[in-house]
Nanobody, 121 residues
Framework: QEQVVESGGGLVQPGGSLRLSCQYS????????MAWARQGPGKRRDLVAS???????DYAEQAKGRFIITRDSAKKTAYLQMNNLKPEDTGVYYC???????????????WGQGTQVTVSS
């Protein structure tokens, strides 16, 4: 049974926008970190953006100024608002979820199955 489910991908023209959602339904009650990663065709999976349980965010250089990550902790959901999309943003977007552990650490990631984003005219 999938516990991390991404949605919101699709085909969009360059300059367009998409909002991705990541819903967690597993047993973790205290989610420390939620993050989005992208895997382009024939490429490795790279971090796009992350957000901690205290709201601290981090972005890959190519996402800064265009993407915004947010989360609703009560709903165990993270969002990725992607604006001014470019063809190089194309790929499968994966969400990962980490449990908050004592000592300001987090547990191993739980990954979703991904959602396809294609930016093309």
């Amino acid at each position: 049974q999938e516990q991390v489910v991404e949605s919101g991908g699709g085909l969009v023209q360059p300059g367009g926008s998409l909002r991705l959602s990541c819903q967690y339904s597993g047993s973790i009650s205290n989610i420390g970190l939620m993050a989005w990663a992208r895997q382009g065709p024939g490429k490795r999976r790279d971090l796009v953006a992350s957000i901690t349980d205290n709201g601290s965010t981090d972005y890959a250089e190519q996402a800064k100024g265009r993407f915004i990550i947010t989360r609703d902790s009560a709903k165990k959901t993270a969002y990725l608002q992607m604006n001014n999309l470019k063809p190089e943003d194309t790929g499968v977007y994966y969400c990962r979820v980490h449990e908050r552990l004592p000592g300001l650490t987090v547990g191993p990631p739980e990954w979703g199955q991904g959602t396809q984003v294609t930016v093309s005219s």
